[in-house]
């Protein structure tokens, strides 16, 4: 048996326009990507989060690195980030798949 979890990590994003293509980066996890277009750098770094966020997952090193970022648990959220003036909210999907059989869940 197997279920779908979908997580969505919702992080700060500065896009900038550079020399030649527009600068996405999340200033939080330190990760950056470009594209063509504001639009564009935006999903790259989409993306890129993704990428990033899997990977520390499947190496064992999310919790490390999210504590390193400053992430820690809370008993509520009232719903509201405070964002710098040029900042903007990215929100990147997650989803897992729970294998039932191994009780593992992969990314």
Request: glycine share 4%; with cysteine.
């Amino acid at each position: 048996m197997r279920a779908l979890l979908k997580f969505e990590l919702e992080v700060p994003a500065e896009v900038h326009r550079g020399a030649t293509a527009f600068i996405a980066r999340c200033p939080i996890f330190d990760v950056s990507s470009q594209g063509k277009t504001h639009e564009e750098a935006k999903k790259n770094l989409v993306d890129a989060m993704f990428l990033f966020v899997t990977t520390c997952f499947e190496m064992g090193t999310l919790d490390e690195v999210m504590k390193e970022c400053g992430f820690k648990p809370r008993k509520s959220f009232t719903g509201k980030l405070s964002l710098k003036k040029d900042q903007e909210i990215l929100s990147v999907p997650l989803p897992f798949m729970v294998s039932r059989r191994r009780h593992a869940c992969h990314a």
